[in-house]
């Protein structure tokens, strides 16, 4: 069986010329990154009124034996474009360091994926990069104006701007610095995040325009005074230079799938961390480009589709037209009780045990209006009786199940599930709504997405913490959404506790105001902002072969 890298290798890609002109993009509009990608310049696109339907792809609880929700996104833009529908992909850029640890890349799978994959799952057009040098940059200002008097009077204890890196790296989780004597500055702790928990690039992905971007890097609070009166970046008057490294990076990356078809990628907020969405610039993008938009939210639907409907639908005035809830055997087979060693082995029973997993996300999706389409993302070991399993779970569940053959077949293996989407989407969006309102309370939000979503019996808020929303809210931030911060891998926040459980309680351990992205995070749990590598990272199969060609990467 053919390796993700010795299929993307075997591809026969176009020039991004022909992709754009496929696209409608006229030539004044693309910006060549080579020969195979390209900038989009959003300025120079022609208006015009069309609106395509948007298609969310969300997922059940992942596990180690994988569920496909890039590889289901690829396929059914596939699939669509196939039936004769003029479809538009829109996904998130994959991070650097989970590359090189445990979660591979993030450019899809067997012959369903994004090209040029190596490229994308590396350094891309340099995105990341650019926030990464954007944020730090103004890391840098916080210091030095404190090294040179300190006329802000930002209290050094209250600083909470941190620095970041695109790498799995947890000896930075807390560092203290700077040290070497008066020369250097003032020692204090502070520490690292991943970069795409930057506050930066959710305002990236969440700014309307490059104005819209300045105005939000100058609104982010880098600390406080003794007062506890915040200071802004505007303040340090970093966001204008943070502004120019992110000129290029604001403009959404045009790529294709194997199958040559039209890819918009750009930004890539983890879901667990961060609100899990590609940027609303892209999004509007496709959607004037194309008449149906497939995109996708990071992680299960309780974190991503969570945030995607919570968060970027609220903020950007978007709704979903059709709904795809990604399910595999395997994946319900774990949430069933079953090893991953013991896999391969027909089970049917687990397969119903583990649809506890499946319908919680059925459920909680229906809270927000929608009723999904469960795509069975099909294995080779799947059986006859257990992909009958799960479509009449699915049907029991008030929905339906589509087995869907994209990995090993490309789009012509999700035609069914396109035809399905398609004839869903072109009702419209029926009865969306998010799941609370803005004038709720911040702490309030926070308990009824652990409530509702999570089903927790209890979401644990410290009278420190409740004071310290509260505080918030006088300051005028209490109508901003909650971005929950917690493991992926169970409703609860022990990752060990798979299926669906309920009756837990949710620990609120922080909470972090992003007045520039304009939400609060609420980091629950032990969930890390940065990341470790695991005893056996990617990184030590990952390789140059003797004709200069990447192996190892998936």
Not at 160 to 179: F, I, K
Not at 412 to 441: F, T
Request: negative net charge; proline residues 5%; contains cysteine.
């Amino acid at each position: 069986m053919q390796t993700d890298i010795e299929i993307a290798r075997a591809a026969k890609l176009e020039p991004i010329s022909r992709i754009s002109a496929k696209a409608g993009i006229p030539e004044e509009a693309l910006i060549p990154y080579g020969r195979c990608k390209a900038k989009i310049d959003c300025a120079h696109l022609p208006a015009n009124d069309r609106q395509g339907k948007l298609i969310l792809v969300t997922a059940i609880s992942p596990t180690p034996a994988g569920e496909g929700k890039t590889t289901t996104s690829v396929g059914l833009a596939d699939a669509l474009n196939r039936i004769g529908k003029n479809a538009m992909l829109c996904l998130r850029e994959p991070s650097l360091g989970p590359c090189f640890g445990v979660k591979g890349g993030g450019a899809g799978g067997g012959k369903s994926q994004v090209m040029p994959m190596d490229e994308i799952n590396l350094h891309f057009t340099g995105d990341f990069h650019a926030i990464t040098a954007a944020h730090n940059l103004l890391a840098a200002m916080i210091d030095n104006h404190i090294y040179w008097g300190n006329e802000l009077g930002l209290d050094l204890r209250r600083i909470t701007w941190r620095r970041v890196l695109d790498m799995n790296d947890r000896a930075l989780r807390q560092v203290v610095g700077p040290l070497g004597g008066v020369g250097n500055g003032y020692p204090r702790e502070t520490g690292f995040d991943i970069t795409v928990a930057s506050e930066i690039m959710a305002i990236l992905c969440l700014a309307d325009d490059l104005a819209d971007l300045e105005k939000r890097l100058g609104a982010i609070i880098v600390g406080y005074r003794r007062d506890k009166s915040p200071v802004f970046c505007r303040d340090i008057k970093a966001h204008r230079a943070m502004t120019a490294l992110l000129k290029d990076a604001v403009l959404p990356n045009l790529v294709q799938t194997l199958e040559n078809n039209p890819a918009i990628l750009h930004g890539g907020p983890f879901a667990n961390i961060a609100h899990g969405c590609n940027s609303v610039i892209a999004t509007r993008t496709a959607l004037a480009l194309g008449d149906y938009v497939v995109t996708e939210a990071g992680f299960g639907a309780d974190l991503g589709a969570e945030k995607f409907m919570d968060i970027k639908c609220r903020m950007a005035g978007l709704k979903p037209d059709a709904v795809v809830l990604v399910a595999t055997v395997r994946a319900l087979k774990m949430h069933g009780g079953v090893a991953k060693g013991d896999l391969a082995t027909e089970n049917v029973q687990a397969v119903r045990d583990g649809g506890a997993n499946l319908k919680r996300h059925i459920e909680n999706l229906a809270k927000f209006g929608v009723k999904p389409t469960v795509a069975i993302n099909h294995f080779p070991s799947d059986t006859a009786a257990e992909l009958a399993a799960v479509e009449e779970l699915a049907a029991h569940y008030g929905t339906q199940a589509v087995v869907c053959r994209h990995w090993a077949e490309g789009g012509a293996g999700a035609e069914e599930l396109a035809r399905i989407v398609a004839a869903k989407a072109d009702l419209g969006p029926n009865g969306y709504a998010p799941l609370y309102e803005d004038a709720l309370p911040l702490a309030a939000k926070i308990e009824t997405v652990g409530r509702e979503i999570y089903r927790a019996a209890e979401v644990h808020l410290s009278p420190a913490i409740r004071a310290q929303l509260k505080t918030w809210e006088d300051m005028g931030y209490g109508h901003f959404p909650v971005c929950m911060a917690k493991t992926q891998y169970s409703f609860s926040t022990d990752p060990s506790k798979m299926g669906a459980p309920e009756g837990h309680e949710v620990e609120v351990r922080e909470v972090r105001l992003s007045a520039g992205a304009g939400f609060v995070v609420a980091i629950c749990g032990d969930i890390m902002t940065m990341p470790g590598l695991p005893r056996v990272p990617a990184a030590e199969g990952i390789y140059l072969n003797a004709d200069g060609l990447i192996e190892g990467l998936f």
